[in-house]
């Protein structure tokens, strides 16, 4: 933010005053680097460094200067000396030395712009960020698996994941409009540190898999063999009889069988087998055969997360009274720019001004007239005299909005205090940095008596809200005397803050704040802002589909869960921030909640479970070079987060158990083999058990059997 306000500044363009600051902050980064010996040629772990980030999406916006800038922005780079390349991610015009990368859900296609620049993808989608209002994302991680096989299969030498580990965007640093405050993203590890299977599972496999290839991949270019309609293979050689083998179905439906080298290879629609010796395949994209977890969310589950409620005639609360506060208020005439005004220094600002009606004025008095107000977004409350009669909000994709309300007016003045909102400042597309927000029409229609333009009248304006400016989110002021207490606690209150202490709940993992019955505001926990929050606002009732097919193109929208419910209702608490004994809640309403139904969950356990067949591949580290056939058979791995044990096996059979994870029953076939299963798991942090008739017995001979175990870690 103040780099909008250096004078004559342009973003992101053949600018002045931008190229200065921005070459500043690269020297200011790579001079810390240098100075602790972290670029790879000083000993250090850095082997790339980035310049600018998808840029050409956005280029054409800013006509001559894009590309002078981007002339310049790789000559200011490589002149820093880092010793190490430079990139540009999505800049087909990157110009050399600089190499231009690849980001997206897919980069096998991906060609840089010279013959001497390696082909990286430096930003792999493993699902999509969250937004007020919108559906759960999620990529299914045969698709994901798929696109990085396929990327290696046709000459990719870097791939990395976005995000690999989730995260929360604590405080006010959510980017905009919208995004909520979970940054979860899908990954492998999600956003409380916990492992989310079996994404992290087939991506550790797949790895694995890619890793037993690197002396083939690293010796040649890959021969390509058409093997069919949408059928393929890559080799690798490392000589005339030493290969490595990718096999690829690129078909959205239609599954094959293929000849290669001597020998028939099933090949699910949509995925690819890798062969590390031409003979053997080791892994298959589709075939998750790594563990799994019983329910997505870490919390979600009563078996293995506690809600501890906190008791209702704990609350404290302060009520804030609408319009203008303090005494550094200022008035100006006409709506005002949003953010120009705050500065960021607060979500809010008040504009007010007042409508008078004369007392003779019989229209106006005993009937309805229309107040419409158009904004910029992203969101406003609105009062006339002092009572709220509207809400309006706008989306991720289009923070404008625009709010008509009938209301009745009283002889003499009527106050009029409109609370607009940010929700996250922008931080993408062309211009992004003078994107506006903030009301830009305010319009009294006395309906059929003409209308009231407000718009350039004169306007009173405060920054912020009087309980930030009190400071009441912090732990000094929890003992003050604002806070009223008392047996009922209001609810459904809007612009009103509430107070609790809380016990630390036991052990040592992260905390999730359950704010389902809450409106919209923010949270604290121990003067640490938590972030926003918005459980009000419910995402469309259409769109999600439980089973999402992961065959064929992905795109952000393609498979979504939690429809007609808020985007997120959970809220990270990291453990660091929790003391022993006593902690201290904070909340500020601004629309309507509940806080009495406020709970701090924590994880109890964890219910793991896995399916596999003795049709499936053996674990991918069994294989060794030079042999046939891979060391051992099928296995069933489980294992708990470190720091766990596995308890209790909740589910075990052998033959043809039916059902999915968290929902198995014995099928047809069945062998009860928990005995079996509890002497080789229970007490043990991570077990495995051949999927074999030696081990198991066999139920329904010449029947090709699964085993399916679901357990509990505790």
């Not at 800038?69 to 780079?77: F, K």
């Not at 090949?267 to 053997?280: F, G, M, Q």
């Not at 229609?445 to 989110?473: A, I, M």
Request: charged share 15%.
């Amino acid at each position: 933010m103040w780099l909008h306000f250096i004078p004559g500044i342009q973003f992101r363009t053949n600018n002045a005053p931008f190229k200065t600051e921005m070459e500043l902050f690269l020297g200011k980064i790579v001079g810390l680097m240098k100075e602790e010996n972290l670029f790879a040629t000083q000993g250090g772990p850095i082997i790339l460094a980035q310049v600018e980030n998808e840029y050409a999406n956005v280029e054409w916006a800013y006509g001559v200067g894009g590309p002078l800038y981007i002339q310049w922005a790789a000559e200011t780079a490589v002149n820093m000396n880092t010793s190490v390349p430079w990139v540009m991610c999505v800049q087909s015009d990157a110009p050399d030395p600089i190499i231009n990368t690849c980001n997206g859900f897919y980069c096998d296609q991906f060609t840089p712009n010279s013959p001497s620049k390696p082909k990286m993808w430096t930003e792999n989608y493993v699902g999509w960020f969250l937004a007020f209002g919108y559906p759960i994302p999620y990529r299914p991680v045969e698709d994901l698996a798929f696109a990085v096989a396929r990327f290696f299969e046709n000459g990719g030498t870097f791939q990395n994941y976005y995000m690999y580990f989730g995260g929360s965007n604590f405080g006010r640093t959510a980017g905009g409009p919208l995004i909520a405050t979970s940054y979860d993203y899908d990954a492998p590890l999600d956003e409380y540190g916990f492992i989310r299977q079996p994404k992290w599972g087939h991506l550790r496999d797949l790895h694995k898999a890619i890793k037993l290839c690197e002396d083939h991949l690293v010796s040649s270019e890959p021969t390509h063999l058409q093997l069919g309609s949408k059928l393929e293979a890559h080799v690798y050689y490392k000589s005339s009889n030493d290969c490595a083998a990718f096999l690829a179905n690129y078909d959205s439906s239609q599954d094959a069988t293929v000849q290669f080298n001597g020998n028939s290879h099933f090949l699910p629609a949509w995925s690819v087998s890798i062969l590390p010796d031409c003979k053997t395949v080791i892994y298959n994209t589709a075939k998750v055969v790594s563990q799994r977890t019983v329910a997505d969310n870490s919390f979600a589950s009563a078996t293995t997360a506690r809600a501890t409620f906190i008791a209702p005639s704990s609350w404290s609360w302060y009520k804030e009274h609408a319009g203008i506060w303090g005494n550094n208020s200022f008035t100006s005439p006409g709506l005002l720019e949003h953010i120009n005004t705050t500065k960021d220094t607060s979500d809010f600002l008040w504009y007010t001004t007042s409508i008078y009606v004369e007392e003779n004025d019989a229209s106006i008095q005993e009937n309805e007239v229309l107040l419409s107000l158009v904004s910029l977004g992203h969101a406003a409350l609105v009062f006339i005299n002092k009572q709220v009669i509207g809400f309006g909000y706008g989306n991720h994709d289009n923070a404008n909005f625009s709010m008509a309300q009938k209301i009745n007016l009283n002889p003499g003045n009527n106050t009029l205090d409109v609370l607009s909102m940010m929700v996250g400042l922008q931080n993408y597309g062309p211009w992004f940095d003078i994107q506006g927000a903030g009301p830009i029409s305010v319009i009294v229609d006395e309906l059929g008596n003409g209308k009231t333009d407000l718009s350039d009248g004169e306007w009173t304006y405060q920054v912020g809200l009087e309980g930030e400016y009190l400071g009441l989110d912090r732990v000094s002021m929890a003992n003050s005397l604002l806070w009223t207490k008392s047996e009922l606690v209001p609810v459904n209150e809007s612009l009103i803050w509430y107070k609790v202490m809380f016990l630390a709940p036991e052990g040592t993992g992260p905390l999730a704040l359950n704010l389902a019955s809450m409106g919209k505001g923010q949270a604290w926990v121990n003067g640490q802002s938590v972030g926003r929050y918005w459980p009000a606002y419910l995402s469309p009732s259409s769109g999600c589909t439980d089973n999402c097919d992961y065959r064929g193109s992905y795109d952000a929208s393609k498979c979504q869960k939690d429809c007609g419910r808020p985007a997120q209702t959970l809220y990270h608490v990291p453990r660091s921030w929790i003391i022993p004994g006593e902690n201290l809640l904070v909340l500020h309403e601004e629309i309507g909640g509940d806080p009495s139904k406020v709970s701090v969950v924590t994880r109890t356990g964890q219910e793991i479970c896995a399916v596999i067949s003795q049709a499936d591949p053996a674990p991918v580290d069994s294989w060794k070079p030079n042999t046939e056939l891979m060391m051992d058979g099928p296995q069933v791995r489980l294992s708990c987060d470190t720091g766990w044990r596995i308890t209790s096996i909740r589910f075990a059979s052998f033959g043809n158990p039916q059902g999915s994870c968290g929902a198995f029953a014995p099928g047809a076939c069945h062998s009860d083999v928990a005995s079996l299963i509890e002497q080789a798991c229970i007490g043990r942090e991570a077990c495995s058990i051949p999927v074999t008739t030696d081990t198991l017995g066999d139920p329904c001979p010449s029947v090709i059997k699964s085993l399916a175990v679901e357990a509990l870690c505790n």
